[in-house]
């Protein structure tokens, strides 16, 4: 119980491992695949995969059919890779690893943010690491994983502002844009 959660302004209680855990991978009910979701254990990671995918029925189906983009809220977005960030971020919480993800996902939600942006947010910061590491090709930096979390939900909502409109279409639809433009 070494977390924290923010009541209000200055006032501190304490989080079981169990309430940042149910954050992470929340109880689900349902079938899925003819699985009964409620009997999944989040604490095995391919259950948790599981759970996770089955928050996401656009992307289980994306992926079943092998597409690699979905167009969602106006934005180009591959299942895998979404579901992955989803994974990673989970797995981060679950572990409490390292504390100032938990830390950023209180400050989020205690600023009005759901669930589900608040994991959005924070993979936003996974996603960036990752891209750093491959392009660098060297160890991820802890002093900018720091700043990065500091830095939500400004950074994030700036990114997603900043998108050109025409990335928001997915590839089908730039292709169609193409082809109407060259006649």
Do not use: C
């Amino acid at each position: 119980m070494a977390l924290n959660e923010r009541d209000g302004p200055g006032t501190v209680r304490p989080v079981s491992d169990e309430e940042r855990r149910r954050f992470a991978v929340p109880p689900a009910e349902g079938v899925v695949d003819d699985i009964d979701l409620a009997l999944l254990d989040p604490a095995d990671e391919d259950d948790r995969r599981l759970l996770i995918e089955a928050e996401h029925p656009e992307f289980r189906r994306a992926i079943e059919d092998g597409r690699r983009e979905v167009h969602l809220g106006g934005e180009a977005v591959n299942p895998v890779l979404h579901i992955t960030m989803h994974e990673i971020v989970a797995n981060q919480l679950w572990k409490g690893e390292p504390p100032e993800v938990w830390d950023t996902a209180q400050r989020l939600l205690a600023d009005g943010y759901e669930r589900h942006e608040v994991l959005h947010m924070l993979a936003s910061v996974v996603a960036g690491k990752v891209f750093e590491v491959m392009r660098d090709d060297r160890p991820p930096d802890p002093a900018r994983l720091h700043e990065r979390l500091a830095a939500l939900p400004g950074a994030w909502e700036q990114r997603r502002a900043d998108i050109p409109a025409e990335r928001h279409q997915n590839r089908a639809e730039r292709r169609a844009a193409a082809r109407k433009h060259r006649r």
